[in-house]
T-cell receptor, first 111, second 117 residues
Framework: AQSVSQHNHHVILSEAASLELGCNYS??????LFWYVQYPGQHLQLLLK??????LVKGIKGFEAEFIKSKFSFNLRKPSVQWSDTAEYFC?????????FGAGTQVVVTP | GAVVSQHPSRVICKSGTSVKIECRSL??????MFWYRQFPKQSLMLMAT?????????EQGVEKDKFLINHASLTLSTLTVTSAHPEDSSFYIC?????????????FGPGTRLLVL
């Protein structure tokens, strides 16, 4: 069955620390990959997306993600987080026009 | 980026009544919109795909007679929860798809919190 796995459910880190959130998927064909963020009380916003080309994708707010086809992974990274990065992060895979989401990772950044 | 709105943002209704939720793409046309349900502390679960000018397609386990979807124009889809019951209380989120094929991207509305008493 097709699935999207996010390895960490909760991450707590201090400001200025580096962040990496894992995402693995199991789809056989061509996929489009996304990371969305949901800040407290707000709606889902697109952070970045990968369709083709350079596997290192840069998104908004200093985030980037790397598509590694051989590992079926699309990990999200940020070198130095801020308190305002506290949010829930969702990895999603689009296949046949539909999005399937991972379970989400709650990230808490402490001052 | 593309903007999607939902109305209302929250609604409280009595058991047995029907509730309509609107989803609008404000600055682009969307032939396809999606309706999701999000349970507390959980991810989004796709309920149905709303297609402009044709019937919606529902995911397995979603009752099409309970969750009526109408996509009357390229910027508006509505979800009607019919004969709502307390177990229908949830956070309903819509998205609108911009583009088609390789570059397509879904943009999400702010969600509607439904509480059925």
């Amino acid at each position: 069955a097709q699935s999207v796995s996010q390895h960490n459910h909760h991450v707590i880190l201090s400001e200025a620390a580096s962040l990496e959130l894992g995402c693995n998927y199991s789809y056989g064909g061509t996929v489009n990959l996304f990371w969305y963020v949901q800040y407290p009380g707000q709606h889902l916003q697109l952070l970045l997306k990968y369709f083709s080309g350079d596997p290192l994708v840069k998104g908004i707010k200093g985030f980037e993600a790397e598509f590694i086809k051989s590992k079926f992974s699309f990990n999200l990274r940020k070198p130095s987080v801020q308190w305002s990065d506290t949010a829930e992060y969702f990895c999603a895979v689009a296949s046949w026009g539909k999005l399937q989401f991972g379970a989400g990772t709650q990230v808490v950044v402490t001052p | 980026g593309a903007v999607v709105s939902q109305h209302p943002s929250r609604v409280i209704c009595k058991s047995g009544t029907s509730v309509k939720i609107e989803c609008r793409s404000l600055d682009f046309q969307a032939t396809t919109m999606f309706w999701y349900r999000q349970f507390p502390k959980q991810s989004l679960m796709l309920m149905a795909t709303s297609n402009e000018g044709s019937k919606a397609t529902y995911e397995q386990g979603v009752e099409k007679d309970k969750f009526l979807i109408n996509h009357a124009s390229l910027t508006l889809s509505t979800l009607t929860v019919t004969s709502a019951h307390p177990e229908d209380s949830s956070f309903y989120i819509c998205s609108a798809r911009e583009g088609t094929g390789v570059g397509e991207t879904q943009y999400f509305g702010p969600g509607t919190r439904l509480l059925v008493l």
